[in-house]
């Protein structure tokens, strides 16, 4: 237990500096960090319009007040100490109509003597100033007890510099002050600054617990990805990644990550099947081969003739085996079929239903075309004719009634549109049809569900159908043909029809808007072994 609850921490440990890694973590740093410096920006902007708006009415006052002493200086002129009596005069009124005013009046010496102050000392930064300027300044304020406290506040001032005539023809120059205590706004200010430090603070510390998050969430979608990786690479071809519903990027990534591995299975089940049917398929004719062989070469009376006859049509049967399982192998690898161009699915199912009449003839068969104009898919031409072309010798194979049966052998090609824009292909017949235990079985590959595989073939017509649907991106389908009764009375039990294969192809271009559809021209349908029989 202890060393389970060991390796426990070390990895909660290891995963901090793998969330720290994760490329989700530094997207949301960096969106955080922009964020920060965004709400910095605001607030600055904020503090700027707001306090600064104040410093500068202050600094209006203030010059407007200067100005209103430089008045009074002029009017009562320089001559002596009495123009500045008059100022300081004007001063003494300013301090009582301005709350939170502070004057000083200063002479400059030798030697140096305050007039008038509201200060106990001249502040350093007065001398040389240049526009309005912050100084600290001792305040004497009385508590509600009576006590005299004394108080350090801040302020903003501005200095006017004036020149008088002294008594013995010098010059006198004096310094005036005009202050603000600006203790509620230097407040204001510093709360101004505390907050938005501590929003910003805050900011950041949510941009990193969201980025935790965000990133432990990644992980986990991450690993449970890596997890199915891992378990398909290790043999287990069945696993998938779970979805979580969401319809994210990462629910779309798994779904064609989970499509992909569905291809895989699928190819690796064909491969499977194939070694074991050929195995099983191929070895009695190669073995019969074998045997016909030797014979012929340890009986001089044998029929050398007879023997390479059947030998020729025996490797010709093995040979075309071969060939479809080679086309399949193209089609699912996406080789086979060349690139994708429109094609009329109408035309070829004629041209094949004209090629096929002679041999649906000669077997007995009636023939029936139930072709509609149809819009042109995206595929191959080659491919499609051999999909149609594999559905009519299937149905030509097993379709067949013996001779004292009633039925007439049927099979029936028909082509028409989609009401999407697609093309719906399909070849029924009215032979014995496949159970519905037996439907998906027969799209493998070598499977033949005829016992005595007394007619010939290989198993592999219709896998080379499903394949070639596959390649079109269409939908195929195995279910009931046409009746065995032309005019069937009442329920018809299952059996009682033959085998149908549909194909629906998907549309080539998006289907047109409703209103803007084309009026559909005349069907055609001819049961073409009675037509032109």
Do not use: W
């Amino acid at each position: 237990m202890e060393g389970d609850g060991q390796r426990r921490g070390l990895t909660r440990l290891g995963l901090i500096p793998r969330l720290l890694r994760t490329s989700a973590f530094r997207y949301t740093l960096i969106y955080t960090a922009f964020f920060v410096l965004s709400v910095l920006g605001i607030g600055y902007f904020v503090y700027a319009s707001t306090l600064g708006q104040t410093m500068d009415r202050l600094d209006q006052e203030l010059i407007d007040e200067l100005t209103y002493l430089a008045e009074i200086n002029r009017s009562a002129g320089t001559d002596g100490l009495a123009g500045l009596a008059k100022v300081n005069t004007e001063v003494s009124r300013l301090k009582v109509v301005k709350d939170g005013a502070l004057y000083m009046v200063v002479l400059v010496g030798p030697p140096v003597r305050v007039l008038s102050s509201d200060l106990p000392n001249p502040p350093p930064e007065m001398l040389g100033a240049q526009g309005m300027f912050e100084f600290d300044y001792t305040a004497r304020t009385v508590n509600e007890a009576g006590q005299v406290v004394f108080s350090t506040r801040p302020a903003v001032g501005r200095v006017a510099n004036f020149i008088y005539r002294s008594s013995d023809g010098g010059q006198i120059r004096a310094i005036i002050l005009a202050a603000r205590d600006i203790r509620d706004i230097a407040r204001i200010r510093q709360d101004a600054q505390t907050v938005i430090i501590r929003i910003g603070g805050l900011t950041l510390l949510l941009g990193l617990i969201l980025g935790s998050i965000y990133s432990g969430a990644f992980l986990r979608r991450v690993d449970n990805i890596g997890r199915t990786v891992r378990a398909i690479r290790d043999g287990d071809l069945t696993r998938r990644i779970s979805l979580s519903g969401s319809g994210d990027e990462f629910d779309t990534l798994s779904d064609n990550i989970n499509a992909m591995l569905d291809q895989i299975e699928r190819l690796m089940t064909g491969m499977r099947q194939v070694s074991d049917n050929i195995a099983h398929d191929l070895r009695s004719p190669l073995t019969r081969i074998k045997a016909r062989l030797e014979s012929a070469l340890n009986d001089p009376s044998a029929d050398r003739a007879a023997v390479l006859d059947q030998t020729t049509t025996d490797v010709e049967r093995l040979l075309a085996t071969f060939n479809a399982l080679l086309s399949i192998t193209r089609i699912e690898s996406g080789e086979g079929g060349g690139t994708k161009v429109p094609v009329d699915v109408t035309a070829v199912a004629e041209e094949l239903l004209e090629l096929y009449e002679p041999a649906a003839q000669d077997d007995g068969f009636v023939l029936v075309g139930n072709i509609k104009p149809a819009p042109v898919v995206l595929g191959s031409r080659e491919l499609i004719s051999q999909a149609i072309a594999n559905l009519l010798d299937n149905a030509l194979k097993y379709a067949r009634r013996s001779e004292d049966s009633a039925i007439t052998p049927t099979i029936e090609l028909t082509v028409a549109p989609r009401p999407d824009g697609g093309v719906l292909l399909s070849v029924m017949d009215n032979g014995p049809g496949v159970s519905e235990a037996d439907q998906e079985r027969i799209l493998q590959r070598f499977v033949r569900l005829e016992r005595s595989r007394s007619t010939a073939g290989n198993g592999l017509g219709l896998s080379l159908v499903s394949a070639i649907a596959r390649r079109h991106n269409a939908q195929l389908s195995i279910g009931r043909g046409l009746p065995h009764e032309k005019d069937p009375q009442g329920l018809v039990a299952p059996s009682a029809y033959g085998l149908g294969v549909r194909i629906a192809f998907p549309p080539a271009v998006p289907a047109p808007k409703p209103g803007k559809t084309s009026r559909p021209a005349a069907a055609k349908s001819v049961p073409v072994g009675q037509a032109k029989a």
